[in-house]
Nanobody
């Protein structure tokens, strides 16, 4: 079992910045990748950015060059961060942290979600 706790959301003006954090605890030794997704009402949840425990990253086209995902690891927890710059109203969503563990069976864990609101 992997537990995920997100923090750092809130209200920000367009053009501003926010930093989201997600702390993963529990069976983190099984986790090979973590990611941020976001969802707005009436739309599917979409991938924002992902990072492997080795540091390889992937970004949605809409956030590339504005958002940066990083990972910090220690024996007790993995923490991923999403630095979000040049925010626009299009970035308003609930952001979810995700962790993937391929073994013993593929498993995806989700955080509770955190609101990010960008005012124009």
């Amino acid at each position: 079992q992997v537990q995920l706790v997100e923090s750092g959301g809130g209200l920000v003006q367009a053009g501003g910045s926010l930093r989201l954090s997600c702390a993963a605890s529990g069976s983190i030794f099984r986790v090979t990748a973590m990611a941020w997704y976001r969802q707005v009402p009436g739309k599917q949840r979409e991938l924002v950015a992902s990072i492997t425990t080795g540091g390889s990253t992937n970004y949605a086209h809409s956030v590339k060059d504005r958002f940066t995902i990083t990972i910090s690891k220690d024996n007790l927890k993995n923490t991923i961060y999403l630095q979000m710059n040049s925010l626009t109203s299009e970035d308003t969503a609930v952001y979810y942290c995700n962790a993937f563990s391929p073994s013993p069976l593929p498993r995806t864990s989700w955080g509770q979600g955190i609101q990010v609101t960008v005012s124009s």
